[in-house]
């Protein structure tokens, strides 16, 4: 009978750390699907901010038209919106793993150290979530202006600042990533777990 519960709890151990995978997966999925989909400068039929710096078309040059321009910033305020939201979901995410209670936890001291990964996986997520912050500010700015020279000011910052959204929010989910590769290795090489 003991041996009975001690397989049902293992098994139920073992779907929790598979769901706690398949979030992981199909996190670095979607990322992989965001950035496959936006396309290259080169492919874009809207010119990107820093291309309309750098050398304006042709169509822009002579009507004074903003539309591509506008688009495009609102497409970047977009997609750093839904990255801001995927920034939430693994921080709660991530303190659910450390608040629930249905899985196994490394019982030495040592072994536990791995949970303060989560600490600088925080820290760049929360400056992942600035900058989406600092884009949708910027973003909002775009409707008080009419100037261009003002408007591919905006573009270049929001340029910037979605790089370092990506850039964050990447180095963070290796962080998290490196936690759940050495748990894994953990609970396959460890010790027996201690139940809590």
């Not at 939201?85 to 608040?99: D, H, R, T």
């Not at 609970?187 to 777990?193: E, L, M, Q, S």
Request: aromatic letters at 10%.
């Amino acid at each position: 009978m003991a041996s009975e519960a001690g397989d049902k709890k293992l098994l139920n151990n073992f779907s929790k750390l598979i769901e706690l995978v398949s979030v992981l997966v199909l996190s670095c999925c979607w990322m992989a699907t965001v950035h496959a989909q936006s396309p290259s400068p080169s492919q874009s039929p809207c010119p990107s901010p820093t291309d309309a710096a750098v050398s304006p078309s042709k169509n822009a040059a002579t009507s004074g038209d903003d539309t591509y321009l506008r688009e495009g910033l609102k497409s970047m305020a977009d997609d750093s919106r839904t990255l801001t939201g995927w920034c939430l979901a693994m921080i709660a995410a991530s303190v659910l793993a450390i608040a629930s209670t249905s899985y196994f936890r490394p019982a030495g001291r040592w072994t536990r150290s791995i949970y303060l990964l989560f600490i600088p996986g925080w820290i760049l997520i929360g400056l992942s979530i600035f900058n989406g912050n600092a884009i949708s500010r910027r973003y909002t700015a775009v409707a008080f202006t009419r100037k261009r020279e003002v408007l591919l000011e905006i573009g270049n910052s929001m340029n910037h600042e979605f790089s370092n959204q990506l850039t964050f929010l990447h180095v963070g989910l290796a962080v998290f990533s490196a936690w759940l590769l050495l748990y894994i290795v953990w609970w396959v090489f460890g010790n027996t777990p201690a139940s809590e």
